[in-house]
């Protein structure tokens, strides 16, 4: 199997982060999750209903996912997607 066919994305934002400024996207992103989660936050600890709160709590975990699968998302400045550690 050659490199052409395993470089795909399956998002608009994978491609962003493989384009040669893959590493601004990056902490562009990463900056709008955390500023997402920090609002959510604040709600929940202003108090919510409780129906809310849960919505709010499952909200937080996916920001919190995304932003951690962002942060570890191998980018290049060259637009080519370099392999994770340990591969």
């Known amino acids: 199997m050659s ?4 470089d795909f994305r399956m998002t ?3 491609e962003r982060l493989a384009a040669p400024d893959g590493m601004q996207v990056q902490a562009e992103t ?4 955390a500023a997402a989660g920090d ?4 709600r929940m600890a202003a108090g ?3 129906a809310e709160y849960e919505l709010a709590q499952k909200v937080y975990q996916g920001l919190a996912a995304a932003h951690e699968i962002t942060s570890i998302f191998p980018v ?3 637009g080519m997607i370099t392999a ?3 591969d």
């Open 3 to 6: 490199n052409d066919q395993l």
């Open 84 to 86: 994770v550690k340990g």
């Open 76 to 78: 290049s400045k060259t």
């Open 30 to 33: 990463l900056s709008t999750l």
């Open 39 to 42: 609002r959510i936050s604040s």
């Open 48 to 50: 919510l209903p409780p």
């Open 12 to 14: 608009d934002l994978e």
